[in-house]
T-cell receptor, first 110, second 115 residues
Framework: GENVEQHPSTLSVQEGDSAVIKCTYS??????FPWYKQELGKRPQLIID?????GEKKDQRIAVTLNKTAKHFSLHITETQPEDSAVYFC?????????FGTGTRLTVIP | DAGVTQSPTHLIKTRGQQVTLRCSPK?????VSWYQQALGQGPQFIFQ???????QRGNFPDRFSGHQFPNYSSELNVNALLLGDSALYLC??????????????FGDGTRLSIL
């Protein structure tokens, strides 16, 4: 089955700096890669996703890159703000399943 | 437009008991997936339902079973509860079942505690 690894487990950045979270996956059949943000006690919320036919996608301060050959994908957050503080999960999916990484706790220091 | 709703929000059971959790998908969504999220971990895929059938299953024992109704709502059943089943159970819905993976929207989850 699919195995998704995520690094780092914790990340602290100063407000205004950039944050990068990296994930690797094992199953070459995976073709869908979403990222979720989960605040304490709340539901995971989809923030951006990318499919295997695209190498990069951007939405305002958030961007995701995908390297299918190396089986890794990354989340980039620029100009971080305190409200970006949360746990971020990457996921990789095939046709009808989705497997999550273990999460990155991001803290943005004002 | 209501999002994904789950009930109950919290549940306390004892070992060996059985539990049923419920999920109503977001309007317009026909596919429901269930996940188990242990404290400090990422969601673990249990199974996905589409057209009232289990379409894909993760690495969970047969004690975990489910059902999808004609209105696309779904239930997750867990038999012979173990202490290790204590977790947040999340339901996610998505549209366009025939198209494979589509963006999944999560509910607030059911917090299950086993004593």
């Amino acid at each position: 089955g699919e195995n998704v690894e995520q690094h780092p487990s914790t990340l602290s950045v100063q407000e205004g700096d950039s944050a990068v979270i990296k994930c690797t996956y094992s199953d070459s059949a995976s073709n869908y890669f979403p990222w979720y943000k989960q605040e304490l006690g709340k539901r995971p919320q989809l923030i951006i996703d990318i499919r295997s036919n695209v190498g990069e996608k951007k939405d305002q301060r958030i961007a995701v890159t995908l390297n299918k050959t190396a089986k890794h994908f990354s989340l980039h957050i620029t100009e971080t703000q305190p409200e970006d503080s949360a746990v971020y999960f990457c996921a990789a999916g095939g046709a009808n399943n989705l497997f999550f990484g273990t999460g990155t706790r991001l803290t943005v220091i004002p | 437009d209501a999002g994904v709703t789950q009930s109950p929000t919290h549940l306390i059971k004892t070992r060996g008991q059985q539990v049923t959790l419920r999920c109503s998908p977001k309007s317009g969504h026909d596919t429901v997936s269930w996940y188990q999220q242990a404290l400090g971990q990422g969601p673990q895929f249990i199974f996905q339902y589409y057209e009232e059938e289990e379409r894909q299953r993760g690495n969970f024992p047969d004690r975990f079973s489910g059902h999808q109704f004609p209105n696309y709502s779904s239930e997750l059943n867990v038999n012979a509860l173990l202490l290790g089943d204590s977790a947040l159970y999340l339901c996610a819905s998505s549209p366009g079942g025939v198209l494979g993976n589509q963006p999944q929207h999560f509910g607030d989850g059911t917090r299950l505690s086993i004593l």
